[in-house]
């Protein structure tokens, strides 16, 4: 069993950067491959990025290439995402899951005004 919590969301300007952390607990997390989605109002939740259960590959949606950087520590049990050069179609609730979806944070929000 793994929980996920996450954390750093908030109000920003276009342009500003912002880092998100997903604290997991449960001793199962290096078994997941881990993602970050996003939902903004009245969408669909999409794929933001993903990295593998050892850190070493990441993959990101075309959206957000080259602005976000996903990241883990293991040792921490933790997952980040950092977020640069944000725009305001980055508003969003970003919740963390691990990569069979079958575990899903409570989801922080992020609005980023223009």
């Known amino acids: 069993q793994i929980q996920l919590a996450e954390s750093g969301g908030g109000l920003v300007q276009a342009g500003d950067s912002l880092r998100l952390t997903c604290a997991a607990s449960g001793r199962t997390f290096t078994n997941f491959a881990m993602k970050w989605f996003r939902q903004a109002p009245g969408k669909e939740r999409v794929f933001v990025a993903e990295?593998?259960?050892?850190?070493?590959?990441?993959h990101y949606s075309d959206s957000v290439k080259g602005r976000f950087t996903i990241s883990r520590d293991n040792g921490k049990k933790m997952v980040y995402l950092q977020m640069n050069t944000l725009k305001p179609e980055d508003t969003g609730v970003y919740y963390c899951?691990?990569?069979?979806?079958?575990?899903w944070g409570k989801g922080t929000l992020v609005i980023v005004s223009s």
């Open positions: 899951a691990t990569d069979n979806l079958e575990h």
């Open positions: 990295v593998s259960w050892s850190g070493n590959r990441t």
